[in-house]
């Protein structure tokens, strides 16, 4: 692999080059334009590779050219077209030379080449662990084994025996993975981290952690599929965030709704990160991840790299995303200049606004409200955040007891609604709904109040009342209150006991009357009656009524 920043200097090195020597030349867009019509047509360049950010304008001026064999923006699409193109893998008598023409040595933009060493050793323990040895498709087999992981086997089944297919297949510490494991974790340490010492001390600093097991399994399991178009991001933030497993990239697809946020927006887009440590490694990824496109929009768009601008650029978008980031150093540039750069920045609309870590879809996260005792009621919040979120509910910073009168539901959109049936006066408090992801939490308070109404007495006893020995004696009283009030019906102070001859009864309406019966009135019912007329509001006492038992009348 041979770099160059500077065209004259390349162009010259390729010329001097024996006309016997094959070599295959990567490109940047705009240097591209300016070397391959120098070199297209010297014997001894066999294909161009170019490797850009915008496709659609490099492949206006690059279908000109035969020799260009590809107009590509993402490294693993490079990595597998010189492969597939070239059949590298299969040459024995060594690998073609690459030239690479940047207009920056970019460090977060690995090398194209594998290192030797690591692929054969990965072959040969692949070549054994699934018995290819006189295979005629084991070539093809491993290349994708080595670019798409264990599951890309599926597309090779009818060339095993059901036993060894099955093995590989299914075993997850068996020779396959155990060989694929170690492949990738090599590939991740000098691929992605010769020219990144920050990344290798991350590396090492994760490596005994559960989740560091987890990403390599999946990378082993699936290749670069989830590793986008800049790795050492992926990486970074499958490794940083525990919560992001399988169901992240399968059924929920969140870690492209990440990926798209994220690279959008940079490092703000994750807010109150808190974590000073994973800040800033997250923060260097970000800059691995703009650094390649960054810098060619810049120069496409003519802009010089004066006083470190590039750098302090690149900085600002890791940080607050393309567009704050740019707007950083807008007053650096020249309007017109600046103009062409912002009309190419490759922000995806339908994800610039989306949060990260959860999010309370409300002008304020705590609120207020009141609710008439018995009555059923409703404190709802809505989240939003990337992957699944699940929110759990507090009373008064206590886990939330769920039954059958207060019960929570969640929707599709992410609300999540408490319900409380018939509320008491213990359900007063504070409810908390807190979500959480993957990447954090968010909380949002309701107090509730529950209402109630003091007894009144509407219609009240009468202070004296006649009776016959003998005959019913009814007293009876109209009185309201929410709830509803209970009564106790006394006599010369002291409370009555219902029976077979006291009956006590209450009807229902707009008022609640209160009636007490006493059947057989005899002598000894004489006395003061009244009735206790009480709720949670507190209690009252109606007018005593004074009861006389008279003789029957001859």
């Known amino acids: 692999m041979k770099k160059f920043q500077d065209v004259r200097q390349c162009q010259k090195y390729i010329e001097e080059q024996s006309q016997n020597d094959r070599l295959v030349i990567i490109v940047s867009g705009r240097l591209g334009q300016e070397i391959v019509p120098s070199v297209h047509n010297l014997q001894q360049v066999i294909s161009i590779y170019v490797y850009c950010m915008n496709k659609g ?8 050219y035969t020799k260009v064999k590809a107009v590509v923006v993402r490294l693993d699409e490079l990595i597998f077209r010189i492969t597939t193109d070239h059949n590298i893998q299969k040459m024995e008598d060594g690998s073609l030379p690459i030239i690479r023409v940047t207009p ?14 690591v692929l054969k050793s990965a072959k040969d323990e692949i070549i054994c662990a699934l018995r290819l040895e006189k295979h005629k498709e084991k070539h093809k087999i491993i290349n994708d084994l080595l670019k798409d992981g264990r599951q890309s086997l599926s597309n090779h089944k009818v060339e095993f025996a059901p036993k060894v297919y099955t093995a590989a297949i299914n075993e997850n510490n068996g020779q396959l993975m155990r060989s694929l494991r170690k492949y990738f974790e090599r590939q991740w340490k000098i ?84 974590d000073n440590k994973k800040q800033s490694v997250l923060l260097q990824a970000l800059r691995e991840y703009y650094r390649p496109k960054l810098f060619e929009l810049l120069e496409i768009s003519e802009i010089q790299d004066e006083d470190n601008l590039y750098e302090s650029a690149l900085n600002n978008v ?17 309007v017109r ?57 507090f009373f008064n910073d206590q886990p939330f007891p769920n039954n059958d009168r207060l019960q929570v539901t969640e929707t599709d959109d992410g609300t999540s609604i408490l ?67 209970h009564t106790v019906w006394m006599k010369d102070d002291n409370e009555l006991t219902p029976n077979d001859r006291i009956q006590v009864t209450i009807s229902t309406g707009d008022d609640d009357k209160y009636t007490l019966t006493i059947l057989n009135v005899q002598p000894e019912d004489e006395g003061e ?20 038992v008279s003789s029957k009348s001859h």
């Open 529 to 548: 009656y009244s009735a206790i007329i009480s709720n949670v509001g507190g209690s009252l006492q109606s007018d005593k009524c004074k009861v006389i």
């Open 419 to 485: 319900t409380v049936r018939q509320a008491e006066l213990g359900d007063q408090g504070v409810y908390t709904a807190k979500s959480t992801n993957a990447f954090g939490e968010a909380e949002a308070q309701t107090t509730l109040k529950i209402d109630y109404i003091k007894p009144a007495i509407n219609t009240n006893l009468n202070t004296a009342l006649k009776v016959t020995k003998g005959a019913i004696l009814t007293l009876k009283v109209v009185a309201s209150g929410t709830p509803k009030p």
């Open 318 to 334: 890791a940080k607050y995303g393309w567009l704050q980031g740019l707007q950083e150093v807008e007053e650096r540039i020249i």
């Open 191 to 274: 691929k992605y981290g010769s020219s990144n010492q920050w990344f290798k001390l991350f590396l090492e600093e994760y490596k005994d952690s559960i989740n560091y097991d987890s990403v390599l399994n999946r990378t082993a399991e699936y290749g670069h599929k989830y590793l986008k178009d800049c790795p050492i991001l992926s990486i970074v933030l499958q490794l940083l965030f525990e919560g992001i497993d399988d169901k992240f990239f399968g059924e929920t697809n969140a870690f492209n709704d990440l990926w798209c946020t994220i690279t959008n927006n940079g490092l703000k887009s994750i807010e109150n990160f808190s």
């Open 57 to 64: 304008i490099n492949e206006q001026w690059a279908c000109k």
């Open 104 to 117: 920056h040595d970019y460090p977060g933009k690995p090398d194209i080449d594998v290192d030797d060493e």
């Open 337 to 393: 200049h600046y103009n062409t750069l912002r009309a190419n920045i490759p922000v995806f609309d339908d994800t610039s606004g989306k949060s990260i870590q959860p999010k309370v879809e409300a002008p304020m996260s705590v609120n207020e409200r009141s609710c008439m005792f018995g009555q059923d009621t409703q404190i709802l919040w809505k989240f939003s955040g990337i992957g699944k979120l699940r929110v759990t509910w």
